[in-house]
């Protein structure tokens, strides 16, 4: 092994001689330097592992979470191909979740633990979340501009230093494209059908427009990770790029829906080569991740009421991985926290 990836793995139980702490950080920094993955085994300062931990539960947490607005219309979707395209859908997001909470188990956090955070408040999930979806037009614009948004975000992620995460990115960027396509279809459908249904679709983008934006968090002069974790390359750009490019795509697409974006400042400014938009509403968002929007509680208790029912799940995987270890002496990690996913509004 050469000198340099020794000094990747030999801290695997992260007893680091502290003499050597220099030099397992200097590889460290050169590997993200040259672009090179970090794996679960390799060493990593506390920081980048903290951080990691701190973005992909939060990511996690999203997806699950992010199941219940949607969830909500199954039983009310308007035809058999719309429910089973929106069960498939909200099915995907479950499937993301599961794999980011593997990515971050990999960081040494248990799955419980994450989910504990999750319900007692102390880890965060998208603001977007927090929004109800009042209309079946909700379910195109949640597919349109919130896996839209989610796209733009996590392309970049797919390169992240982390190599976990950068991989689990990069089947949920497929399936988020599909996502996102079939909001788009959903929306072109309601703005060229009857009045009634041109006007609810536009209602709904009136509605998710500003707290899609918001996805991509705090103004950069005001993103207190954002520095750091561009350094580390676990993110690639700032906050303000990324929702500028957002910006970007959504204009020529709103258009081609025949729909309109509810900000009379969209306008393209030739010098910049970009869109100009208004001013948003930060003290809104501020509010929202404190948890004063408009469905924070009925998401988290939701959220608590399906994990508490999957708990005989959890308890007889548990028990089945036992039977099994005993026979076969074989290391089997009970899965058991798939059955609570699934939380309705
Ligand atoms: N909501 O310093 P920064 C999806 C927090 S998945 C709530 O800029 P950072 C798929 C932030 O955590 C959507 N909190 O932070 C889907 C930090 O607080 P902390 C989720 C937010 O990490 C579609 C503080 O503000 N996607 O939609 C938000 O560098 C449809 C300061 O912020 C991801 O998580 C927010 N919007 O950048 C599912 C992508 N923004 O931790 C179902 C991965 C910021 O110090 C249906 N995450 N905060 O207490 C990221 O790319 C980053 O974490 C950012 C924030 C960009 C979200």
């Known amino acids: 092994m050469a000198p340099a990836a020794a000094h990747r793995t030999a801290s695997v139980d992260g007893a680091v001689p502290e003499a050597d702490t ?11 330097a040259a672009d090179e993955r970090i794996e679960p085994r390799d060493w990593m300062p506390d920081a980048y592992r903290s951080t990691l931990v701190r973005q992909i539960a939060q990511h996690a947490h999203s997806e699950i979470i992010g199941m219940q607005p949607e969830a909500n219309w199954i039983s009310r979707a308007p035809s058999l191909r719309r429910k089973a395209i929106l069960m ?10 599961l794999y980011l909470y593997s990515a971050v188990e990999t960081l040494g956090v248990s799955r419980e633990e994450l989910l504990d955070k999750l319900h007692t408040g102390r880890q965060k999930y998208s603001s977007i ?19 839209g948004a989610a796209i733009t975000n996590q392309v970049p992620l797919c390169r992240c230093s982390y190599g976990p995460y950068a991989r689990a990115m990069v089947r949920v960027c497929k399936e988020e494209s599909f996502h996102q ?10 703005s060229q059908g009857t009045p009634e249904q041109h006007a609810m679709a536009q209602d709904a983008v009136d509605r998710w427009w500003w707290p899609s934006l918001m ?25 303000d790029e990324l929702r500028q490019r957002f910006i970007d795509i959504c204009v020529p697409q709103a258009k081609s829906l025949n729909l309109t974006l509810p900000d009379p400042d969209l306008r393209w400014n030739e010098e910049r080569g970009h869109y100009d938009f208004g001013p948003i509403d930060w003290a809104e968002f501020r509010e929202v ?16 009421k399906a994990h508490d029912e999957g708990a005989w799940v959890r308890e007889a995987a548990a028990a089945y991985a036992a039977k099994h270890n005993g026979a076969t002496g074989a290391a089997v990690e009970p899965s058991a926290d798939t059955a609570d996913m699934n939380g309705k509004a």
């Open 88 to 97: 498939a859908k909200v099915q995907d997001e479950a499937g993301h979740g």
């Open 181 to 190: 396509r079939q909001g788009y279809e959903l929306l072109l459908a309601l």
């Open 22 to 32: 220099a030099v397992y950080e200097a590889v460290f920094n050169a590997a993200v």
């Open 289 to 304: 991740i404190k948890g004063n929007g408009p469905c924070n509680e009925q998401r988290i208790s939701q959220r608590r």
């Open 129 to 147: 979340f927090n929004y109800p979806t009042l209309t079946w037009a909700d379910v195109g614009a949640i597919g349109w501009l919130v896996d």
């Open 215 to 239: 996805m991509f968090g705090p103004p950069d002069d005001e993103s207190a990770h954002s520095a750091q974790s561009m350094a580390w390359k676990i993110k690639r750009h700032s906050n």
